[in-house]
Structure formats: C-alpha cells, structure tokens
C-alpha cells in the first residue's frame, strides 16, 4: 500500500525555519517524481515545488522561490522541504504527494495527510 | 503561469442532482488536466486524470471531458457522499497551477 507521511510541521516565528519531512512506504520512490502542495486555512490549493527522481531538477512557485528547497533521499525514502525565512503567509496544511505518468498524461495520483506550518509571533 | 478559474465557485444542489463543473485557462493545457475532490480536513483525492480519464475505484457517475483551455467535471447523480470541494489542476507547465475550487453543498 503507497503511504506518504509528512512531519515536521509546527509554530515558528517570522523569519524562523522549518524542515518538512515525507516518509515514503509502498512504492520505488527513487522512480517518481515528488511534489509539494499547501493550503492555507480556508483557503484553496497551491502548488509550492517539485523534484525529479534522481533529485537533479527543481521548480518552485515564485512565492517561495529563494527561501525554500526541496530535496530528497532516496536511500531513505524521504522527501524533503525546507522553509527559510518563514512569513505569515506560508502559514497553511503542506502536503507531499506523488506525481504519476500514464497514457502522456501526469497526475499528482497519491497524497500525505499533510502537516501544519504557522508562522506567528 | 497558467490560469486556471473554475466556476462555479459555489454550489448547492439535492440528492440526484446533476451536477457540472467548468473549469477554464488561460492558455491552453491540452489534454494535462486532472480533478480532485476534498473533503474538509482531509488531503485531495483524485477523482479524473488526463482530461477524461478515470482514476481506479471511483465511481462511474463522475465524469470528465473537454481539451485545450475549457474543462469540465460531471456527476450524473449526487450522492451524500459527494458533498466536498472540487479542485482542477493542469499539468501542461510549471507551476502545476489549481484553480480555485468549487464547493458543493446540500441544498
């Protein structure tokens, strides 16, 4: 069964750091590519940044570009996403998930149940 | 960046309703359009990949179709379970925008 745990998430003061983690079980994870995505609360979904397999590629949402970075393990099975220079607005639920290809079509096809990051003084 | 606006944003609709979902861009996406449903305080589920493709084990009144910049999710007749909020995606180029949800609720 494809399980995506994510941890590490808490309250932190602007400006603070914060690494996320994303436990990987029931699948190669060294074969697909990974994603981060957040909601803030009541709010809708937004895609923060992605990592090839073999971790030699990146992309970031410009609202986060430059303070935070993904990274990966895949001798551990980890996804990784740390968060520099935190602000109010990254306040919101992270969710790690998997993003499947079929048929040229991709697809984000498993999710974590997420992890809470609140920045706030 | 993509653009994705989903309308409506809000919904209300009864038991056995049809219910339709339009989802629109800013550019065109080919067919690299995915849907989920969310239900509160939970992650996203897929629900429609590829445009019109069915993900495994969701039940068939849900439907997706169209290609290039207009998207639109059915279901053919409501459920109590299908009460959430719906989420297209595109996957046509960074970022993987979303739009901006629909919620569907009881009337």
């Known amino acids: 069964e494809v399980q995506l745990v994510e941890s590490g998430g808490g309250l932190v003061q602007p400006g603070g750091s914060l690494r996320l983690s994303c436990a990987a079980s029931?699948?190669?994870?060294?074969?697909?590519?990974m994603h981060w995505v957040r909601q803030a609360p009541g709010r809708g979904l937004v895609w923060v940044s992605r990592i090839h397999n073999d971790g030699s590629t990146t992309s970031y949402a410009d609202s986060v570009k430059g303070r935070f970075t993904i990274s990966r393990d895949n001798a551990k099975n980890t996804l990784f996403l740390q968060m520099n220079s935190l602000r109010a607005e990254d306040t919101a639920v992270y969710y790690c998930?998997?993003?499947?290809?079929?048929?040229?079509?991709?697809?984000?096809?498993?999710w974590g149940q997420g992890t809470l990051v609140t920045a706030s003084s | 960046d993509i653009q994705l606006t989903q309308s409506p944003s809000f919904l209300s609709a009864s038991i056995g309703d049809r219910v339709t979902i339009t989802c629109r861009a800013s550019q065109g996406t080919s067919s690299s359009l995915a849907w989920y449903q969310q239900k509160p305080g939970k992650a996203p589920k897929l629900l429609i990949y590829?445009?019109?493709t069915l993900q495994s084990g969701v039940p068939s009144r849900f439907s997706g179709s169209g290609s290039g910049t207009e998207f639109t999710l059915t279901i053919s007749s409501l459920q109590p379970e299908d009460f959430a909020t719906y989420y297209c995606?595109?996957?046509?180029?960074?970022?993987?925008?979303f739009g901006q949800g629909t919620k569907v609720e009881i009337k």
């Open positions: 029931g699948f190669t994870f060294s074969n697909y590519w």
């Open positions: 995606q595109q996957f046509n180029g960074y970022p993987y925008t």
């Open positions: 998930a998997r993003r499947y290809c079929s048929d040229g079509s991709c697809y984000l096809d498993y």
């Open positions: 590829g445009a019109s």
